[in-house]
C-alpha cells in the first residue's frame, strides 16, 4: 500500500477520510490564573516518553513526544493516536512515508531522550553510532528500546501546530521481564541541570513557534468560514 497524504474532504475512492469540524470564532488566550489552573490539571498524571521513529527510503530520524495514545480497545484492531509538530524534521518522514515506528524507553537510558529529544534531525544523523534495525514496515526500530510498535497511517488531521495521525499497529515486541517505562517526571528527576535547562529552553521556543501556527490556523479557518 502507497501512502497517500488524506485529502481535505472525505473522499471514499481514495479510501483515507480527514474530519473537517464547522469553523467557530477562534477562542481567547486563558488568562493566568486559568492557564496556572489547567497547567495544575496536567501536573496530576505521568505520561510516558515515545521515541518515534520513522524512515522515507533516503533519511530516518526520530523524536521524543508525549502525544501518543492508545486508539483502540478491540484487540485484533489496534490503533495509536500520535501529534507530532510539523517543524520537527521526522514529520517530514511520516508525511513522505505514512509509517511510524513508536518506543518506550527503559528508566535508565537517558542518553536516548537527549540523543532524540536536544538536537535536531535536520542538522544531523541522530542514529550514528546506534545499533538498530528496521521494522517489518520499514522504520527504524532502536534495540535498546523497552518496547516497540510498528504503525501504519490510516487517517490525519492538523490542528495548526501538529499533524495528529491515526495509525493502524501492525507488529510489536518488548523485552522479557521489562520494567517500567521512562516518564515525563522520571526524566526530569533524573535530568542534569544542564539538560534540565536545554530542555527548558527548547520548550520555551517550541511553544512561541506552536503558538504561531495555531494563531495562523485559527486564522485560515475564519477565512474559510468567510
Request: proline residues 8%.
Amino acid at each position: 500500500m502507497t501512502w497517500r497524504r488524506p485529502a481535505e474532504r472525505s473522499d471514499p475512492e481514495r479510501g483515507v477520510n480527514e474530519t473537517n469540524p464547522v469553523p467557530m470564532d477562534p477562542p481567547p488566550p486563558v488568562d493566568a490564573t486559568a492557564a496556572q489552573a489547567i497547567s495544575d490539571v496536567y501536573a496530576l498524571y505521568d505520561p510516558p516518553l515515545w521515541l518515534i521513529t520513522a524512515a522515507d527510503g533516503r533519511e530516518r530520524g526520530g523524536c521524543i513526544a508525549t502525544f501518543v495514545v492508545r486508539a483502540s480497545i478491540v484487540r485484533e484492531m489496534p490503533r495509536m493516536i500520535i501529534g507530532v509538530a510539523r517543524h520537527h524534521h521526522s514529520w517530514r518522514l511520516i508525511e513522505a512515508s505514512g509509517r511510524f515506528a513508536l518506543h518506550l524507553l527503559p528508566i535508565e537510558r537517558l542518553d536516548l531522550v537527549w540523543r532524540f529529544g536536544l538536537q535536531s534531525g535536520w542538522d544531523a544523523d541522530k542514529f550514528d553510532g546506534l545499533q538498530t534495525r528496521s521494522t517489518p514496515l520499514g522504520s527504524p526500530r532502536i534495540d535498546d528500546a523497552l518496547a516497540w510498535l510498528d504503525c501504519r497511517v490510516e487517517s490525519s488531521l492538523s490542528s495548526g501546530d501538529r499533524s495528529i495521525y491515526l495509525a493502524a499497529v501492525s507488529d510489536g515486541g518488548s523485552r522479557n521481564g521489562a520494567g517500567p517505562a521512562l516518564s515525563v517526571a522520571r526524566m526530569l528527576d533524573q535530568a542534569p541541570p544542564q539538560r534540565r535547562a536545554e530542555l527548558d529552553r527548547l520548550y520555551e521556543r517550541d511553544g512561541q513557534i506552536d503558538a504561531a501556527a495555531i494563531d495562523a490556523w485559527r486564522a485560515g479557518a475564519q477565512d474559510r468560514r468567510g
